[in-house]
């Protein structure tokens, strides 16, 4: 399986490009024939029909009264909606500040979830973050984006967002790769007392943390970190945007690979002593 983010904003695009072709050939149209009626050149017809190109409103409205399918705009447009709004560029969301960066991660959404299922290869999730931790890395990107800074308040986003750890009913199931507790975000200091709180939340009963050891044997490697929340939505990120991921036979297909990273996680005391034991290799 590819977890690679950009593949995820691909494939919804290949799907509404599918469902055109669908509309065309009922029809009864070649390819040709739509290009000439609607006034495109051929190519650009293929290039919608294979998702390497998005349609606009119009050409969707334009698509449907060739085909005789003015029944299907509306849909077909909120379907367009959805594939330009699962890619979410974070430098012209940062306009306004970082605290503003949200992709999935909404305060909505977290009160929405029930189950979290959060794979991460270099960095400790969000939800875990100590604040001197979150402000180190968000400083970064404050001046990698050329974003205000607003890293105070940016934090505090983060912090309150923590408060659902210790909402009844709610669980998180966390899969991490020995490189997220030695990627540093600041000093010794900051990635010490970060792992010492990773260690506090391991100990919370509705927290699952399996850590997966370096030069290990395994079934996969993921390309990428992802965030399933409950069986509706899958979020990435890259360094530029957020992809947010719908479509139920990918989301399966996420969880799935979710299940075989699990199978090389520690657990329980075996994962506590992995912390522990990179907690000493930060001490002079």
């Known amino acids: 399986m590819n977890t690679s983010p950009s593949s995820s904003a691909q494939e919804a695009r290949r799907a509404l490009g599918s469902r055109l072709r669908d509309v065309r050939r009922d029809a009864g149209l070649t390819a040709r024939q739509m290009a000439a009626a609607t006034g495109q050149h051929y190519t650009r017809v293929s290039k919608i029909e294979n998702g390497a190109q998005s349609p606009t409103d119009q050409d969707i409205r334009e698509w449907c009264r060739v085909c005789g399918a003015d029944d299907q705009v509306a849909d077909l447009i909120a379907t367009l909606r959805a594939v330009d709004s699962a890619y979410l560029e974070f430098r012209r969301q940062s306009r306004a500040g970082l605290k503003r960066v949200l992709g999935a991660h909404t305060q909505q959404r977290y009160e929405q ?48 967002r923590q408060r659902i750890l210790k909402r009844g009913g ?85 969880a799935r690979m979710f299940e075989v990273l699990k199978n090389s996680a520690l657990y329980g005391r075996a994962a506590r002593s992995l912390v522990l034991d990179v907690l000493a290799d930060l001490v002079p």
């Open 113 to 160: 979830t029930q189950v979290f299922r959060i794979y991460e290869h270099n960095v400790i999730p969000g939800l875990f973050q100590t604040a001197e931790y979150s402000a180190a890395m968000l400083s970064f990107w404050i001046r990698f984006l050329g974003a205000p800074n607003d890293v105070d308040d940016a934090v505090a986003v983060r912090m309150e």
């Open 170 to 254: 709610k669980r998180f199931v966390v899969v991490l790769e020995e490189q997220a507790l030695r990627t540093w975000f600041g000093d010794a200091r900051i990635q010490s007392g970060q792992l010492g709180h990773l260690l506090e939340l391991m100990s919370l009963p509705n927290i699952s943390v399996g850590i997966i050891p370096l030069m290990t044997e395994r079934e996969a490697v993921a390309s990428a970190g992802f965030w399933i929340f409950d069986n509706e939505l899958v979020a990435l990120e890259t360094p530029t945007a957020s992809i947010q991921v719908t479509q139920p036979a990918e989301c399966e297909l996420y």
